[in-house]
């Protein structure tokens, strides 16, 4: 089973941007569809972003046109664009199998604060 792991998380001041890269033990091209999900303080999980190996992207609502989710599969990495940061997307985020994901990972953590 191909193993995923996040980084690039980090401070940045609101209207700042992150980089966030999921890095797979094996073949990205394994995997179907890859997500990118969060959970901020105190909130549920959720879905941020996903990609199939088709390169079909679909972006939950309040990350549309901010957060750009790409796949490398020279590099077996998928990454996640984020720029126009706001406080409200400070969160653990993860990335994992979509519609069905395994056990999940560290994460990375993303603050937006002045």
């Known amino acids: 089973q191909v193993q995923l792991v996040e980084s690039g998380g980090g401070l940045v001041q609101p209207g700042g941007s992150l980089r966030l890269s999921c890095a797979a033990s094996?073949?990205?091209?394994?995997?179907?569809?890859v997500g990118w999900y969060r959970q901020g303080p105190g909130k549920q999980r959720e879905l941020v972003a996903d990609?199939?190996?088709?390169?079909?992207?679909t972006y939950a609502y309040s990350v549309k046109g901010r957060f750009t989710i790409s796949r490398d599969g020279t590099k077996n990495t998928v990454y996640l664009q984020m720029n126009s940061l706001k406080p409200e997307d400070t969160a653990v985020y993860y990335c994992?199998?979509?519609?069905?994901?395994?056990?999940w990972g560290q994460g990375t953590q993303v603050t937006v604060s002045s």
């Open positions: 990609i199939d190996n088709a390169g079909i992207k």
């Open positions: 994992n199998l979509y519609p069905h994901p395994t056990e």
């Open positions: 094996g073949s990205i091209a394994s995997i179907n569809v």
